[in-house]
């Protein structure tokens, strides 16, 4: 069966600090990779996806950075964390095959709490 | 784009049915997911509609209409256990879009 591991659970970390959050898929290869981050009252925004190694699509302008340096490997990084980017951190991954799979729901890990202070 | 719209909260109680709907316009679509989040927890999938109807799968049913652009999460016999955030997701030509959810607060 397939596994989705994302650490650490909780960050506290000051302003102008770097930030690496990693993800890890067992259990499947090639799929697609999201990094998704839900702000306190917010909905679920779409940060990054990637359908393959080093491919990466960012959905939004910001400080945060994606990489995926193999298959089944997603990093978050920023070089400065803002303020702003408090909240809950998600990564997901859904089936392959580029975005045939219609119908593969997404599959998300536990989550990071970061708390920028 | 994408725009889903749903209730930010729902009250109901203890064995009852309840009803979340979602309204939504897009640019393309390739299905309707329904999700539901426990606070401090990630999302956990319920269930998926590409054409319209109703999809049963157990206590929880999902129904869609293309051409409204409409879905609604019924939710039967409810228990304690399903006080949570529901959110609608809509796929689009390549990603999921969330809505904001609807809190659902169960209560005896």
């Known amino acids: 069966s397939q596994t989705i591991h994302q650490w650490p659970a909780t960050l506290v970390q000051p302003v102008g600090s770097p930030l690496s959050l990693e993800c890890t898929v067992e259990?499947?290869?090639?799929?697609?990779l999201y990094w998704y981050r839900q702000a306190a009252g917010r909905g679920l925004q779409l940060l990054f996806y990637s359908v393959g190694i080093g491919q990466i699509s960012s959905e939004v302008p910001q400080n945060l950075s994606a990489s995926r340096p193999q298959d089944r490997q997603f990093i978050l990084s920023s070089k400065k964390l803002l303020l702003s980017d408090s909240g809950f951190y998600l990564c997901?991954?859904?089936?392959?095959?580029?975005?045939?799979?219609?119908?593969?729901?997404?599959?998300f890990g536990n989550g990071t709490r970061l708390t920028v202070t | 784009g994408q725009n889903i719209d749903q209730p930010t909260e729902m009250t109901a109680t203890e064995g009852a049915i309840v009803q979340i709907n979602c309204t939504y316009q897009t640019s393309g679509f390739n299905g309707l997911f329904w999700y539901q989040q426990h606070a401090g927890e990630a999302p956990t999938f319920l269930s998926y509609n590409v054409l319209d109807g109703l999809e049963e799968k157990g206590r929880f049913s999902s129904f869609l209409s293309r051409s409204k652009g409409y879905s609604y999460l019924l939710l039967k016999e409810l228990q304690m256990k399903d006080s949570a955030s529901y959110l609608c997701?809509?796929?689009?030509?390549?990603?999921?879009?969330f809505g904001k959810g609807t809190m659902l607060l169960v209560s005896p």
């Open positions: 997901a991954w859904s089936g392959g095959q580029g975005f045939i799979s219609y119908n593969s729901p997404l599959h």
């Open positions: 997701a809509v796929k689009g030509y390549s990603t999921l879009t």
């Open positions: 259990g499947t290869s090639n799929p697609n």
